[in-house]
Each structure stands twice: as C-alpha cells, then as structure tokens.
C-alpha cells in the first residue's frame, strides 16, 4: 500500500477476504433453532463464534485458486477483446504467485 501499487492492494485485499471467509464458521454451527427468546442467550460476546485456524498448506492452496480464477478469467477476457481486463488480472494473478515463491 505504501509504494502505491494498486494492482498488489486489489490482489491482496480480495485474496485476505477469501482467506477471513474460509476461517468463518459454518453458519449451522451458531444458530439457536427452537430456542425461546428470553432463554437466548444475551450480552457482550454472546453472538462471537472461534474462528478455524487454516494450514499453511490450506492457506497456500486458497491464495494458489485465487491466482489461477484470476488466469482462467484472464483468458476468457482476451477471447473477449478485453485486453485491458484481462491484463489487470494477469498482473494481479502473477503478484499472487510471486507470493508463493516467497513463501
């Protein structure tokens, strides 16, 4: 974000969403069926769920689907005469994979 690099932020702050998503849990998990509204129950931190801790291994093959969606799309919006779509999203898709490398 400091060096400005509007395609890395866009890349990073979608695949960080994706990554919050699949740490949530499922809804079935926290809801009350059946329960009476004065036996529910009530105050600060009553409605906040643990969150699952994902693997390296799982986080890596979520930010790996990201960049390739992004590829896969890309391709679509060439065949399209999108180029300038299909760019960003290459470019998006190759600072996910530089990522990668890195880790």
Same mark, same amino acid.
């Given at each position: 974000?400091?060096?400005?690099?509007? $395609?890395? $932020? /866009?890349?990073?702050? /979608?695949?960080?969403?994706? +990554?919050?998503? !699949?740490?949530? =849990? *499922? $809804?079935?998990?926290?809801? +009350? &069926?059946?329960?009476?509204?004065?036996?529910? *129950?009530?105050?600060?931190?009553?409605?906040?769920?643990?969150?699952?801790?994902? /693997?390296?291994? &799982?986080?890596?093959?979520? =930010? #790996?689907?990201?960049?390739?969606? #992004? @590829?896969? $799309?890309?391709?679509?919006? /060439? !065949?399209?005469?999108?180029?300038?779509?299909?760019?960003?999203?290459?470019?998006?898709?190759? =600072?996910? +994979?530089? @990522?990668?490398? &890195?880790?």
């Amino acid at each position: 974000m400091r060096a400005r690099d509007k $395609v890395a $932020v /866009s890349a990073l702050r /979608s695949t960080l969403a994706v +990554l919050d998503n !699949a740490e949530a =849990v *499922p $809804v079935g998990a926290a809801e +009350l &069926h059946g329960v009476a509204i004065e036996a529910a *129950p009530v105050g600060v931190g009553t409605t906040e769920a643990a969150r699952r801790e994902l /693997s390296e291994q &799982h986080i890596t093959d979520l =930010v #790996r689907a990201e960049a390739e969606e #992004r @590829l896969t $799309v890309a391709a679509q919006f /060439s !065949a399209h005469a999108q180029a300038d779509r299909a760019k960003l999203l290459r470019e998006e898709a190759a =600072v996910l +994979l530089r @990522l990668l490398d &890195h880790a």
